[in-house]
């Protein structure tokens, strides 16, 4: 399945929600961390590796990034959420119809240990969400199979983590909640990359 990626949004502070639906006025204390996902093509540095052959193209809403859905991403060598237990991650995109059911978009962190990954399942009416983080010896995902979502529409989603507890919002509703025994987040760098939407088969029976 092919997908556009407009931008992903790593915010890392403490945060207040009024309500579900007052979302995306969310209050934030400290500058994010924003990844505009069309600009990393262009950036030639050790820092940003581009696997494949992602493209740009332009939407509506400015530049985004067309996947493959199978062997095209983007690595990025930087660590945003090391040493948190507030956080949110956010990402505009539009996936297409098509293409393999599971599809792993964002993965923050290590391979199998503590990382925070964002996917959809694709289905024949549309998909779903699915919002996973494992924090030291804790994991949960927050998915449900009923709650299904246009295929070819653009789409905000975003996984609120605020010390264990784990909330889902799909454009600025709330969607599910969860919640885990929050340890800080990533002790140590040295597996510090960030990827999106390339899939990772062989960790995936590790999650």
């Known amino acids: 399945m092919k997908h556009l990626i407009?931008?992903?949004?790593?915010?890392?502070?403490?945060?207040?929600?009024?309500?579900?639906?007052?979302?995306?006025?969310?209050?934030?204390?400290?500058?994010?961390t924003e990844?505009?996902?069309?600009?990393?093509?262009?950036?030639?540095?050790?820092s940003v590796k581009v696997l494949g052959s992602p493209t740009t193209v332009s939407t509506k809403y400015g530049k985004a990034v067309e996947f493959n859905g199978k062997n095209d991403a983007i690595f990025i060598d930087k660590m945003p959420l090391a040493g948190l237990e507030v956080f949110t991650v956010e990402m505009i995109f539009n996936p297409y119809s098509g293409g393999n059911f599971?599809?792993?978009?964002?993965?923050?962190g290590e391979i199998t240990n503590s990382r925070v990954l964002?996917?959809?399942?694709?289905?024949?009416?549309?998909?779903?969400f699915d919002a996973f983080i494992k924090a030291g010896n804790e994991k949960h995902t927050l998915i449900?199979?009923?709650?299904?979502?246009?295929?070819?529409?653009?789409?905000h989603v975003a996984f609120v983590v605020?010390?264990?507890?784990?909330?889902?919002y799909i454009n600025g509703k709330k969607e599910l909640e969860g919640k885990i025994n929050m340890t800080i987040f990533f002790y140590r760098q040295d597996f510090n990359w960030c990827k999106t939407n390339r899939e990772?088969?062989?960790?995936?029976?590790n999650l």
Not at 35 to 46: E, H, M, V
Not at 120 to 126: A, F, N, P, T
Not at 162 to 168: A, E, F, I, V
Not at 200 to 205: A, K, T
Request: aromatic share 10%; glycine share 2%; proline share 2%.
């Open 6 to 32: 407009l931008t992903v949004l790593v915010v890392l502070s403490t945060f207040s929600i009024v309500s579900a639906q007052e979302y995306l006025a969310v209050k934030i204390n400290s500058k994010p």
């Open 144 to 155: 449900d199979s009923t709650l299904i979502h246009p295929h070819n529409q653009w789409c």
């Open 162 to 168: 605020n010390h264990g507890q784990l909330t889902t």
């Open 200 to 205: 990772f088969m062989v960790q995936r029976n």
């Open 118 to 128: 964002l996917e959809l399942r694709s289905v024949s009416k549309g998909w779903y």
């Open 102 to 108: 599971e599809q792993r978009i964002f993965h923050c």
């Open 35 to 46: 990844w505009t996902i069309s600009s990393l093509l262009n950036q030639k540095t050790d």
